[in-house]
């Protein structure tokens, strides 16, 4: 029987901003380019202050928030939820081809490799609806794309990312699905819970501080990619699930929707949903 194990802030914030680091970021920016953006961005902050008159107080308070966030490893999950959306909307709006969503802190490069239909890792008694995710890869000029990279990650039936919560092994409901000739995939999983975001560290105070809720509705990560063809980071959504109209971290679109339907065989759900990949 599996029992549920919390995710501290902590914990998850410092595996998170530990990932991240590993990346290992460059930006060539001109010394012009920082320039514009570092003004911009603390005019921006002076101007809130002028016109709300803040206080010491609240100048103080701020000033101790912001060293929290660091020491609970929450940089990566703040900006993700709050921030990224529109990095991600400015990136892709000439894109011609399927559109995307966030990446948000909890991708892993290099999960578990598999042929055409596939099963995500999971556990023997792997809690939650089954659910049959399948469609195909082709490019904006309508070629199927075989060979491509479908990689997916997702949270569990109660909201926890393998390798930032306790006790789940280590690729759990993370996997790479390569398609076939024809660019087609199936992916068998089950349909993750509504995401909450830990709300005992510093973003947690600041949500409850401002009244909102830490809440994200349940989603389906996915990264696809195939040679001369820019990739497609995503997530997709359930029709009628919680937070759908109210998703924290705004990351929400029409076009992600999925409305899954009771799958053939009778276990659980599937739904088909095809990728279109513009060219690099
Ligand atoms: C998540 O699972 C997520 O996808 C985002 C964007 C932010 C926090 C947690
Ligand atoms: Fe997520």
Not at 4 to 12: D, N, R, V, Y
Not at 130 to 155: D, I, K, Y
Request: net charge negative; proline share 7%.
């Amino acid at each position: 029987q599996l029992t549920e194990q919390t995710a501290t802030a902590a914990a998850s914030g410092n595996s998170a901003t530990e990932r991240f680091l590993e990346k290992g970021v460059a930006a060539d920016s001109s010394t012009e380019r920082v320039d514009k953006l570092a003004t911009e961005v603390i005019g921006a902050v002076h101007e809130v202050i002028r016109r709300n008159k803040v206080t010491y107080e609240e100048y103080d308070a701020l000033k101790a928030w912001l060293i929290q966030v660091g020491l609970d490893g929450e940089w990566p999950l703040f900006l993700d939820v709050w921030i990224e959306h529109v990095v991600e909307e400015v990136a892709n709006e000439d894109r011609e081809g399927t559109q995307g969503s966030i990446e948000g802190p909890y991708y892993v490069p290099g999960s578990p490799e598999f042929q055409a239909e596939a099963t995500l890792p999971m556990r023997d008694d792997e809690p939650g609806t089954p659910l049959l995710f399948q469609g195909q890869v082709t490019s904006t000029s309508g070629q199927p794309l075989g060979g491509a990279h479908v990689e997916m990650w997702h949270a569990d039936d109660y909201g926890y990312y393998s390798q930032y919560a306790p006790g789940l092994p280590e690729w759990n409901l993370r996997g790479t699905v390569v398609t076939d000739e024809q660019g087609r995939f199936k992916i068998h999983t089950i349909q993750p819970a509504p995401y909450q975001i830990p709300h005992d560290g510093a973003c947690g105070k600041l949500i409850s501080a401002a009244g909102w809720h830490a809440w994200r509705p349940a989603h389906l990560h996915l990264k696809v990619s195939a040679p001369d063809h820019q990739l497609i980071t995503s997530q997709l959504y359930f029709q009628g699930g919680d937070y759908v109209d109210n998703d924290i971290a705004q990351a929400v679109k029409p076009n992600l929707i999925l409305n899954p339907t009771p799958a053939a065989d009778g276990t659980g759900n599937e739904v088909t949903y095809n990728f279109v990949l513009d060219p690099a």
